[in-house]
C-alpha cells in the first residue's frame, strides 16, 4: 500500500510540473525544468539551482525538491548560465538561451568531489567546525570567543603559527573589551584560556595541518526545497553592505559599514541607486542602523562618524544632521517610536540609549545598556546585550529598567524586532537559538535548529503572516519559525559567508518577500518561501 501511494505522489507530481510548464509557455512564463542526479543516477533532493542572466545584476536561485526536480519561472529571455551544486558535489554548469514563452529543461548529473580544498571551500563555517578534530570544549572556545563580528570564515581560511596565532588573540582580546557595558559580565574569553585557544588554532590551522575531511549537513527536504533566493549584487565593487529596511513601497533600504553611502534596490526593476552621505573629513562611517519612519523619511546612524542623519527620499536630499551632546558618544545602534517624533539610539561608547526628540533636537540620555535597540507600540525599549545573558526593558516614562535573564548563561541575545503582540524576538548569539520575550508575562521561550555551532544576529517578525526569520550566522541558513505551531523550516542560502546583521520582512507580496543582505560579498538578498 505504502508503495502504492508513493507512486501516486510521484505521478501527481510530474503531472503537476508538466501542466505548469505547459501553463508558463502559453501565459509568457519563461521556465526552466529539470532534474538533478548523482552520478548512479539517483535524484538528489536540496541542491542548489541557480539562474544567472547575461549582463544581469542579480541571480535565482531554487532547491531540487525530494525527487530531484526543479522550476525556475517569470525569468526574462537572454543568455544564462544555470549551475547545480551542493556540499560534496562538483559543480555542473550549462549555458542556455532562453526564448519568450519557452520551457527550457534542462538535466544535471553531479559527480562526488574528492579534492578537500574544494570540498573546504564548500563549507559552512559550522560544517568546517563539527569537521575539524577536538573536543566540544574547545571548539565552543572558537565558535563563542571568535566569532563576535565576523564569523569562521577568517578562521577556517586562514593559517597561523601558534606564537601568530597568540598575538591574534591578544589583539582581539582587546578589541572585546571594546564592547563592553555596564549591565553585562566583565569581557572574557570563554570556556578556555588564551593559552588554549592558541594551543589549538595552532593543531588545527597551523601552517602544516592537514586539511579536515569535512562532514556536510543534510540537504534540506520537504517544505525546506520550496524557498526562492534572489540575490541582487550592489553596483558599488567596494559596497559591505550592513544594514537593511523597507518603505512603504517596498524599496529595499541599506546602509554600508565602510562608505558614506546609503542606497535603494527597487525590487520591482532591479534597478538600485545610492546617495552620498555629507563628508566625514575622514571618519570611519561604521554604519549599525538604517529605518525608514512612518513618515517615510529614512534615517541612519554612523557608529564611528558619531551621528545620526536624516534623508529625505522625495527631496533626495540630507534634512538634517544630530550628535549627541557628549563626547566621546557612538550613536550606532537606531530605532524610532512607532508612534512617531522620536528616534532612539544605542551608544556604542557610553553604553546607554539616547532618545532623540526630532522637533526640538533635545536628546535624553538612559542608563541602559547592551546591544540592539527596538521600541513597541507601547513605546518601551527593548535592549539586546553583546555578551551577557539579559534581556532589557526601559520604561522612558519613568526611566526603570526591567532584566530577564534568558534561559541559557551567556546566550547574548543581540538585535531583534517587535511582534503583533508587542513581544519582542531576538537571535541568540551564542545560545543558537531564535528567542521570544512575552511582553505580558516576562516569559521567554526560544527555538532551536538542526544543526551544531549555530548562531544568530538578529530575528525579523512577519506580523501579517505572524511569523519570524532569523539568519544562521554561523550555517548560512535563513530560519522561520512558527510560533502557532512550533515549526522550524530552514533555508541554506546559496552564497556562503553572508554575515547578515538584519532580516526584514515586506509581507505585501506573494510569498513575502524576506530581505536580509550578504555582507561579506556586497550583496542584498530575498528569501520567498510558500
Not at 551542493?86 to 538561451?97: C, H, I, K, L, P
Not at 526560544?446 to 551544531?452: C, H, K, L, R, T
Request: with cysteine; charged share 25%; proline share 6%.
Amino acid at each position: 500500500m505504502r508503495q502504492i501511494l508513493g507512486m501516486k505522489n510521484i505521478t501527481r507530481a510530474v503531472f503537476l510540473l508538466a501542466w505548469a510548464a505547459w501553463f508558463g509557455a502559453l501565459y509568457g512564463q519563461t521556465v526552466i525544468t529539470g532534474s538533478v542526479k548523482d552520478a548512479a543516477g539517483r535524484p538528489l533532493n536540496g541542491v542548489f539551482v541557480s539562474a544567472a542572466r547575461e549582463g544581469a545584476n542579480h541571480t535565482v536561485t531554487v532547491f531540487s525538491d525530494d525527487t530531484g526536480k526543479f522550476r525556475i519561472q517569470n525569468l526574462p529571455a537572454g543568455k544564462y548560465t544555470v549551475s547545480a551544486n551542493a556540499g560534496g558535489f562538483r559543480q555542473s554548469r550549462q549555458a542556455e538561451v532562453l526564448k519568450p514563452r519557452q520551457v527550457t529543461d534542462i538535466n544535471f548529473s553531479l559527480e562526488p568531489e574528492a579534492r578537500a580544498q574544494e570540498l573546504l571551500d564548500q563549507a559552512t563555517g559550522g560544517e568546517w567546525l563539527v569537521s575539524v578534530p577536538g573536543t566540544d570544549r574547545q571548539k565552543l572556545s572558537l565558535s563563542q570567543n571568535c566569532s563576535g563580528c565576523h564569523g569562521l570564515y577568517h578562521l577556517m581560511t586562514r593559517r597561523f603559527s601558534r606564537a601568530d596565532w597568540l598575538k591574534i588573540v591578544d589583539t582581539m582580546k582587546i578589541l572585546t573589551a571594546i564592547g563592553e557595558v555596564r549591565d553585562e559580565k566583565p569581557s572574557r574569553w570563554r570556556g578556555a584560556t588564551d593559552e588554549e585557544i592558541t594551543d589549538y588554532l595552532g593543531q588545527i590551522q597551523g601552517p602544516d595541518s592537514p586539511l579536515p575531511a569535512i562532514r556536510f549537513s543534510p540537504r534540506p527536504t520537504g517544505k525546506a526545497t520550496e524557498g526562492v533566493y534572489t540575490e541582487y549584487r550592489i553596483p558599488r565593487s567596494d559596497a559591505i553592505p550592513h544594514d537593511v529596511n523597507l518603505d512603504a513601497e517596498g524599496n529595499l533600504w541599506y546602509n554600508d559599514w565602510a562608505a558614506n553611502y546609503i542606497g535603494k534596490l527597487n525590487p520591482k526593476t532591479g534597478q538600485f541607486k545610492e546617495y552620498k552621505m555629507p563628508d566625514l573629513a575622514g571618519a570611519h562611517p561604521g554604519a549599525l542602523g538604517i529605518v525608514v519612519d512612518r513618515n517615510q523619511i529614512v534615517w541612519v546612524a554612523q557608529l564611528w562618524a558619531g551621528r545620526v542623519v536624516r534623508f529625505d527620499p522625495k527631496t533626495e536630499k540630507v534634512t538634517g544632521i544630530w550628535k549627541t551632546p557628549i563626547e566621546p558618544s557612538r550613536p550606532g545602534i537606531l530605532s524610532v517610536d512607532p508612534r512617531g517624533g522620536t528616534v532612539w539610539l544605542g551608544d556604542g561608547i557610553r553604553n546607554s540609549a539616547w532618545r532623540l526628540d526630532v522637533a526640538s533636537g533635545n536628546f535624553k540620555e538612559y542608563e541602559v545598556g547592551g546591544y540592539g535597540l527596538e521600541v513597541n507600540s507601547k513605546g518601551m525599549v527593548y535592549r539586546g546585550g553583546f555578551s551577557d545573558d539579559k534581556l532589557k526593558m526601559l520604561n522612558p516614562e519613568t526611566g526603570k529598567v526591567s532584566y530577564y535573564p534568558t534561559p541559557h548563561e551567556d546566550s547574548a541575545p543581540r538585535r531583534g524586532d517587535v511582534d503583533w503582540e508587542d513581544n519582542f524576538w531576538f537571535g541568540e548569539w551564542l545560545g543558537g537559538k531564535i528567542g521570544k520575550l512575552d511582553f505580558k508575562t516576562g516569559l521567554i521561550t526560544d527555538y532551536p535548529v538542526s544543526v551544531a555551532f549555530a548562531a544568530f544576529y538578529d530575528a525579523g517578525v512577519d506580523r501579517k503572516n505572524r511569523l519570524v526569520w532569523a539568519q544562521d550566522y554561523h550555517n548560512d541558513r535563513m530560519v522561520r519559525v512558527n510560533p502557532a505551531n512550533g515549526e522550524v523550516v530552514e533555508y541554506p542560502m546559496p552564497t556562503l559567508d553572508a554575515e547578515v546583521r538584519r532580516t526584514v520582512i515586506d509581507s505585501s507580496t506573494n510569498p513575502p518577500s524576506v530581505w536580509t543582505i550578504n555582507m561579506r560579498h556586497g550583496l542584498i538578498v530575498r528569501l520567498q518561501a510558500p
